[in-house]
C-alpha cells in the first residue's frame, strides 16, 4: 500500500486564491501575502465587508483586488452596457492609474475588462470604453459623478465598491461625492474601505457604508515604517536651494529622490531653482495637465529622471520602487501628511532617508509631526548660524577705522550670497531691528509666530509685507 502525501496549500494558495489568479500572482512576484492580504482576502472571499487601515506599499491593492477578481473570474463575460461589476474609488488619478495597472497585472491570462475613469484626459475616450460594461471601474469620484449624472454609467449592478484612501479623499472634498456614489450601486453589494488614518467622518463613512465589517490594521496610525532613516536640516528659507543642489549633487548616494514643496507654487520654484543649478528634474502638482502628470511619473519610475519635485497630490498613493530619499524642502499643513510623504521611501524592506529642512518659522508644524510620529527628529545639520551669524562685539581697545572695515569685508566675504541668497537678502530684516542670532540648539530661537520682518521670504514662498504679530492661518489644501 502506498501513502500518498498531500501537500498542504501554502501561500496565496492557502488562502484560497486558485488558478490563473495564482499564477498571475506568483508572476508578479508575489511569493508571500503581505500581513493585510493575510487578514482581508479570505474576509473578502467569505463575502464580508473590509475596514482597512492601512497605508499604500502595504499591499493593500492586491488584498482588495484578487477577492475580487476570484468572484469576477466565475461570473463569465456577459456584461450589462454601461455598467461596471466592481468599483474601485481612488482620491488621485496618479492612484487610481496605478490601481488598475495592478489589477490588469494580478488579472493575466483571466477574461476580465478594466476601465478607469479620470478628470483631465478625454471624456468620450471613457464613455466608449465603459459602454459594453466592464469588470472593474478604477475612478476618481470627480468625473465618475459626471458620467454618472449623464447616465453614461449604471451603478446599481455594482456589487463590490472599494474606497481607497478614503481619508485621503475627505482631505480633497470629495466625501458628499463619495456618499452619492455609494448610494448609487447596488444595496447588497460588498463593500470595503481603506485608510491610512481614521478620523471621525471616515469613522462615521464606514459605519454607513460597510456592514458588520472585519477590521484589519497593518500599522498603527501615524507610525513611520522603520526601515526610513529620518532627520531635519535646520536652516533658513533662503539657504534651502543651495542646501538641495548641495546634496543632490551626490548621485551616488541620493539615486532617486523625491522633493515635497508644500504649495504648487513652491514645488515649480523649486524646480526652476534645480533646473537653474543644473539638474534635470520633473514636476508634479494639481495644476499640471493629467498627460504631464503622468509623463513625470514615467519618467521617474523608469529611472530616466532622477528628481522628482512634488506637491501633497504624490504623498499617497504613488508607489515607485527604489526612491532612495525623500526630502521635505518645507512641512507639510497637515503633519499627518509627512507621514504619507516619507512612506514614498522604504519601501518593500528597502532602505530610505527622508530629510526634512526646516526654517525656524516652521518649528511648529515641525512638533506636530514629531507627535504624530512620537519621536524627536535628529538634527543633521544646523545651518541657521551661518545665515545669522552674531554680530561682532565693539572693539574697544583702540583699533582703527582700518581696522575695522577690512573685518567688514571679510565678514561679506564670508558670506558669500548665492544669487538666490542675494535675492532673498535685499528683503532682509529692516534696518534698525537687528535679527538675533540663532541657537544652535533644537530650542528654535523664534517662535513659528514669531514676527517676521518686512519682506522676507516666508517658508511658501510668499513675501510677508509687515511684521506678522498672529500665526498664520493653515492654508487650504493646496495639492
Ligand atoms: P500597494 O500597497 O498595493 O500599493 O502595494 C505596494 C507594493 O507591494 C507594490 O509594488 C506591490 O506590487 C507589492 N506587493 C503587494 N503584495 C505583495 C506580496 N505579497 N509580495 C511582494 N510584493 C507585493
Redesign the pocket.
Known sequence: MTTEIIAEPTGFAALGISGQLLKATHA???????PI?LQAIPAQLQGRDVLGIAQ???????AFALPILSKIIGLGTRRRPRTARALILAPTRELAV?IED?IKTLAKGAHVSTALVLGGVSRSSQVKRIAPGVDFLVATPGRLTDLVREKDLILSETTWLVLDEADRMLDMGFINDVRRIAKATHPARQTALFSATMPDEIADLAKGLLHDPVRVEVAPQGTTATEIKQGVILARLKQKRQILSKMLKDEETMRSVIVFARTKHGADRVTRDLERDGFEAAVIHGNKSQNARQKALNGFRDGSVRILVATDIAARGI?V?GISHVVNFDLPDEAESYVHRIGRTG??GQDGTAITMVDPAENAKLKQVERIIRMKLPVLADHLAEADPQPKPRQSNGSTKQQNSADRLKAANDRQPSQDNKRDSKRAAPKGRPRKASNTNRHWPEKANAPRPAGERMPDGTKSRKFNRRPRKAAAHVA
Not at 28 to 34: I, L, N
Not at 56 to 62: D, F, I, L, R
Open positions: 508578479a512576484g508575489y511569493t508571500e501575502p503581505k492580504q499604500t506599499g502595504s499591499g493593500k491593492t492586491a496605478q495592478t508607489d520602487p519601501r518593500n
